[in-house]
T-cell receptor, first 118, second 110 residues
């Protein structure tokens, strides 16, 4: 079974608008971490935001926020006030077992290609 | 500045040749990983290493080999046994909830 599912292959948003990128995950662990990365066309993976399964507040980093709904096993990324430079591929990823553990690889979804238009 | 260095950025090889991709980190991270990315797909794990002199196969290890002789270095060898080696390869390292990536090596085998 897929550990991470991103159902939107492509999304379009107008500049200055907000956009939500969907991510659902599958794990039986109680302890896990959720990551979002941005990958521009140059290929590097840029870390955006992290949410631990025990974190009570939704994570926020500048214009990025993570809408974490544990019961639904969803971890959607919200980008507010989109900019042209936000156009990129976005990946959701999960690591089972965090709380300082160095164990655990990242499982990735297939990604969502976001295009911001003027 | 701390980071992960992958070299070279682009690599071209003839079919049947082994090729080694370099990955060096100065973040003092314990764990290191190799992922492969194909167009339209997410990242798939090839190998990972939690400590020096130890490593485990990931989901698509066939045709690849690694070594971890030093904490800072985790080279990946793409052997001639790998059926479709042309891809984008990303190295990563982690400590705790931090998970960082190098800039990747794009390998083309013809």
């Amino acid at each position: 079974a897929q550990k991470i599912t991103q159902t939107q292959p492509g999304m379009f948003v107008q500049e200055k608008e907000a956009v939500t990128l969907d991510c659902t995950y599958d794990t039986s662990d109680q302890s896990y971490g959720l990551f979002w990365y941005k990958q521009p066309s140059s290929g590097e993976m840029i870390f955006l935001i992290y949410q631990g399964s025990y974190d009570e507040q939704n994570a926020t980093e500048g214009r990025y926020s993570l809408n974490f709904q544990k019961a639904r096993k969803s971890a959607n990324l919200v980008i507010s006030a989109s900019q042209l430079g936000d156009s990129a591929m976005y990946f959701c990823a999960m690591r089972e077992g965090h709380r300082g553990s160095t164990l655990g690889r990242l499982y990735f979804g297939r990604g969502t290609q976001l295009t911001v238009w003027p | 500045d701390g980071g992960i260095t992958q070299s070279p950025k682009y690599l071209f090889r003839k079919e049947g040749q082994n090729v080694t991709l370099s990955c060096e980190q100065n973040l003092n991270h314990d764990a290191m990983y190799w992922y492969r990315q194909d167009p339209g797909q997410g990242l798939r794990l090839i190998y990972y290493s939690q400590i020096v002199n130890d490593f485990q196969k990931g989901d698509i290890a066939e045709g690849y080999s690694v070594s971890r002789e030093k904490k800072e270095s985790f080279p990946l060898t793409v052997t001639s046994a790998q059926k479709n080696p042309t891809a984008f390869y990303l190295c990563a390292s982690s400590l705790g909830s931090t998970f960082d990536f190098g800039n990747g090596t794009r390998l083309t085998v013809t």
